[in-house]
């Protein structure tokens, strides 16, 4: 750990500070408009950076209301306002609509209010309008000043000194429904109730044979209704933005009477609609579940807090490197980096999108929401409907679909859409069962449409799967496909999986039945597979880590100085360690990609001892399970434990096996779907290209890992990752989430040198960027 500024990289730390000297800035923080979970990371992280940086940051309570009334509802923060907050739902220092915020007068108040502490940095975390508010105070903000002044509540030196207001937004909302950002804060807790509540009614639907129809919310943006349609696997789906097309009642009637689930937006009217057709043309016994506003509620899931947290330490930055000419932008996500885009942009692109709907563009509407979203749209219409059998051209060609390595959670979401996107491309589907020893033994069966039914919200690997390579059994894998015709191979696992692929691939020369389209698709919850930045499994386990961490840390409530010890897996990779210690708010991180030793992790004890002394009294301090071969998990607890003695104890768990189990996330089952399903149109590509020709595949492309690089999805040769590969210690060289590594020690109040260099420079939004 690099907890001692003494050993950290003084270039980099100096010029760390001094570009980002908050020095004798004050920032204001607000929550606006409709509550989402993870706001309270965004505070958190707002104010742990602006202190870090020197700067004065003060909580806005009630959003503009407490702006305009000024008095106690602003406050100035410390360090220890925002301990134990990163798990709470909400927001802690409250939103409030403010109807005298819309009038200059209450404008002219909340300037007035600012000023009174030298605040001219806001930070406001809110939905579009809350942000084109903020935009509009920053336009008026020199008029506000010299009114002031004419009234005689403030001198002309003051005008001068806070003669600008820069202005960053975060969008917080639920919905997803902003351009200009993948996605916004609240968005994946509220699938993780949306899909909570799916699984615990799915049991009951099929003990009854009831159909169900579930409203979620989403305002204006069917996004929540499409991406649970297809984490659920739900049956029929409308959203605003693609309402159904004339005859859907015969249609949907039709699909219904094989199935019995469907996905209703609370904006597409009376959810008793489908509900009476369902009763009275299909005489089923049928319920309506209304989720409302347990969708907003409950404790965030690990993939906000780490976005929040990541969007506040950008805000503070983007405030202190802000001239008079930078126009008020917001902090978005554009695949693995924060980026900052004009905000006015992105309000307009978003306004754009309910015009479009409004005059019922629909096409338009899909297109401006962004790529993901109708990759989303397209992706679902190709697994729920199967075409009648006469209507699908068939290709002649057999593809087998196998899993290997350890359990991940999704990966039969994985294989559920990989099955239907090829039948629905012509393929026969062949299931390959117990990895490549059951290849080897022949345990290969065809897979239907219906066999993969009910498969995304199941945890391991229905299909089985096993550790066992390749390389021992080519003689008969060979057999095995010249029997049955395998004219293309899906690969869902991790890295063994990428070691079985390239043993394949040198096999070519001598097995010619090898010479096919071979495609991996990385499914590991260690997240350690070349090639790509998130492998299938890697968001459930680190959900399950940091609930564990919640727990634990919430055992210690009644319990004075106590600090936790926590090992997670991932072999040599740190991911789920670095990450988890992020999203969890641990003290420390040990991970094998950042070496440590006895100083630090003595300074690491020295560090948690003075932090007893404040009103923070719990510690918290993972441990990735190959970090080091001498400091363990047990070396590390009774060191910490002897030299906290008398000041603190010490407690340690081994999560073990827990981090693979469990149903899926809603990331992982919407990412394995459609990172299978774009497997699967590869193959049927290259099958085409040689179609009628007999023709061999040889080259270098025609073997791949298929992975998500920045925001692109890229087919990689698998040769050539092999430069990319630390083969030893079963990592890739170069791992994107480690230039995240500082921030979880800068909120955890270490001396930490941060590389500005990634951060967004004001960048002007995409159409697709959503």
């Not at 049955?484 to 070691?499: C, D, K, R, T, V």
Request: charged share 20%; hydrophobic share 40%; with cysteine.
């Amino acid at each position: 750990m690099d907890a001692d500024d003494s050993r950290a990289p003084k270039g980099s730390l100096r010029k760390f500070l001094e570009h980002l000297s908050g020095a004798g800035k004050a920032i204001g923080v607000l929550t606006s408009g409709g509550d989402a979970q993870g706001m309270n990371a965004a505070v958190r992280a707002v104010v742990r950076m602006g202190i870090y940086v020197g700067a004065k940051v003060y909580f806005i309570y009630e959003g503009y209301q407490g702006m305009v009334d000024g008095g106690a509802n602003i406050a100035e923060a410390d360090w220890e306002s925002v301990s134990s907050i990163l798990q709470v739902g909400g927001t802690i220092i409250g939103s409030a609509r403010c109807q005298a915020f819309r009038t200059r007068e209450g404008r002219l108040k909340a300037a007035c209010n600012l000023l009174q502490r030298g605040i001219t940095n806001l930070c406001v975390i809110g939905g579009d309008g809350s942000l084109t508010g903020a935009n509009l105070f920053r336009k008026e903000w020199s008029g506000l000043l010299e009114e002031l002044a004419r009234n005689g509540q403030i001198d002309k030196e003051a005008v001068q000194k806070y003669a600008y207001l820069n202005v960053v937004g975060m969008v917080g909302s639920i919905d997803n429904d902003f351009c200009g950002t993948d996605m916004t804060i609240g968005t994946d807790s509220a699938l993780h109730r949306i899909i909570e509540v799916i699984d615990a009614i799915m049991t009951t639907a099929q003990s009854h044979q009831r159909t169900f129809v579930l409203e979620v919310m989403g305002r204006h943006c069917g996004y929540l209704a499409l991406v649970s349609a297809l984490a659920c696997g739900a049956d029929w789906v409308f959203l605003p933005e693609s309402p159904p097309e004339e005859g859907w009642e015969e249609q949907m009637c039709v699909k219904l009477s094989e199935v019995m689930w469907v996905l209703w937006p609370s904006t597409a009217g009376d959810a008793d609609v489908p509900l009476q057709l369902v009763v009275t043309q299909l005489g089923y016994d049928t319920r309506v579940t209304i989720l409302g506003h347990v969708q907003r509620g409950g404790t965030p899931s690990a993939f906000d807090r780490i976005l929040a947290s990541r969007m506040g330490v950008e805000a503070v930055i983007a405030l202190l490197e802000a001239t008079p000419d930078t126009p008020a932008c917001v902090v978005s996500l554009n695949g693995n980096h924060a980026v900052r885009l004009p905000l006015m942009e992105c309000v307009q692109m978003t306004q754009d999108v309910q015009k479009a709907m409004d005059e019922r563009r629909f096409q338009d509407a899909v297109r401006l929401r962004g790529r993901s979203f109708a990759g989303n749209l397209n992706t679902y219409k190709r697994l729920a409907i199967k075409l009648p059998d006469d209507q699908i051209p068939k290709t002649n060609c057999n593809v087998a679909v196998i899993n290997v390595g350890a359990p991940a959670a999704g990966m039969n979401a994985a294989v559920r859409s990989a099955v239907r996107v090829g039948i629905a491309d012509g393929h026969r589907m062949l299931a390959i069962y117990d990895g490549f020893d059951g290849f080897a033994k022949g345990q290969i069966k065809e897979i239907s449409w219906t066999d993969v039914g009910g498969w995304t919200g199941q945890g391991g690997s229905i299909l089985g799967t096993k550790r066992v390579l390749p390389g021992k059994y080519l003689e008969e894998i060979a057999t095995q496909m010249r029997a049955h015709s395998i004219n293309a191979l899906l690969i869902i696992g991790g890295f063994e999986a990428y070691l079985g692929l390239l043993e394949l691939s040198a096999a070519r020369e001598k097995h010619e039945e090898f010479c096919v389209p071979m495609v991996m698709v990385p499914a590991t919850v260690s997240n350690n597979v070349p090639g790509s930045d998130f492998s299938i499994g890697a968001d459930t386990a680190l959900n399950t880590i940091t609930d564990t961490c919640d727990r634990i840390k919430q055992s210690a409530s009644g319990t004075k100085r106590r600090v936790f010890i926590i090992e997670t897996m991932g072999g040599y990779c740190g991911y789920l360690a670095n990450m988890g210690g992020l999203a969890a708010g641990a003290d420390a991180a040990y991970i094998f990609e950042e070496p440590f030793d006895i100083r630090d992790l003595q300074s690491n004890v020295e560090h948690l001892t003075e932090k007893m002394k404040t009103t923070i009294q719990r510690g918290l301090v993972l441990r990735n399970e190959s970090c080091s071969e001498n400091y363990t998990t047990d070396f590390i607890y009774q060191l910490y434990s002897e030299e906290g003695k008398g000041v603190f104890d010490c407690r340690k768990n081994v999560l073990g096996h827990m981090q693979q189990g469990g149903a899926p996330s809603p990331f992982d089952r919407n990412f394995g779907t459609k990172i299978s399903a774009r497997a699967m149109e590869w193959i049927t590509a290259k099958l085409k290209e040689a179609r009628g020709r007999g023709k061999k595949f040889t080259t270098d492309d025609s073997v791949c890992v298929l992975g998500i690089s920045k925001r692109n999805v890229i087919f990689q040769p698998v040769a050539e990752l092999k430069q990319q590969t630390d083969f030893e210690h079963r990592i890739p060289k170069e791992q994107w989430w480690l230039k995240l590594r500082p921030l979880m020690k800068i909120l955890a109040k270490y001396k930490a040198s941060y590389d500005v260099s990634d951060s967004g420079q004001l960048e002007h939004v995409q159409p697709w960027s959503v």
